[in-house]
């Protein structure tokens, strides 16, 4: 089975200073590995993805995170916090099996405090 | 292009009532879903489909039905209403490149 742990509820960081989400999962196959942001009374919005190819990814708003297949883990990272990054993120991750089944984190809520 | 949209944004049911949430994309999507998002729990996944006509159930599918009689609309319906599924509920589409598209949610209380 499929899961994705965010063991962060809540990351503080001040702006200006780099930031870190963590995600871990565990799927059968190769992994395909996504982040989503959510503002509040928003849908979420797609940041970045990994599919295959380089272990770094970039993506959307300056953020990027890298694929650690030992480690099993999708960390989402920022080199300069805003304090507009504030916001709930959720990792998820698929291994395309039939209906393309995703599985989401918990989710993480960033504060970045001016 | 209007993206995912979502109706009702907001509704309250008293228990037992019955009600359908619709879901609409324009960007000629094949793969469809529906989750539930409860705090602490992130998303859980109701219900998808993976074309016109098919649907299939996810993690959490006991008291939902869902139809995807048009390509472009996926209906989640709730026959007999429950405390338990008061929660904010997301329709998303699958676009090529594999990340979903996501309505602005329904926001559903059930007393």
């Known amino acids: 089975a499929q899961s994705v742990a965010q063991p962060e509820d809540q990351v503080n960081v001040a702006e200006g200073n780099p930031l870190t989400v963590k995600c871990t999962y565990s799927?059968?196959?190769?992994?395909?590995l996504f982040w989503y942001v959510q503002y509040p009374n928003r849908g979420l919005q797609f940041l970045l993805k990994y599919i295959t190819g380089d272990n770094l990814v970039k993506g959307s708003y300056g953020f990027e995170a890298e694929f650690n297949k030992s480690q099993t883990s999708f960390h989402l990272k920022k080199p300069s916090a805003l304090v507009s990054d504030s916001a709930l993120y959720f990792c998820?991750?698929?291994?395309f099996g039939y209906g393309q089944n995703f599985v989401f984190g918990p989710g993480t809520r960033l504060s970045v405090l001016p | 292009n209007a993206g995912v949209t979502q109706t009702p944004k907001f509704r309250v049911l008293k228990t037992g009532q019955s009600m359908t949430l619709l879901c609409a994309q324009d960007?000629?999507?094949?793969?469809m879903y529906w989750y539930r998002q409860d705090p602490g729990m992130g998303l859980r996944l109701i219900h998808y489909?993976?074309?016109?006509?098919?649907?299939a159930k996810g993690e959490v599918p006991d008291g939902y039905n869902v139809s995807r009689l048009k390509k472009q609309n996926f209906l989640l319906g709730l026959e007999s209403a429950a405390p338990s599924q008061t929660s904010v509920y997301f329709c998303?589409?699958?676009?090529?490149?594999?990340?979903?598209?996501f309505g602005p949610g329904t926001r559903l209380t059930v007393t």
């Open positions: 960007m000629n999507h094949e793969y």
């Open positions: 998820a991750v698929t291994n």
């Open positions: 799927v059968s196959g190769n992994p395909y």
């Open positions: 998303a589409s699958l676009a090529g490149g594999y990340e979903q598209y």
């Open positions: 489909s993976v074309g016109e006509g098919t649907t």
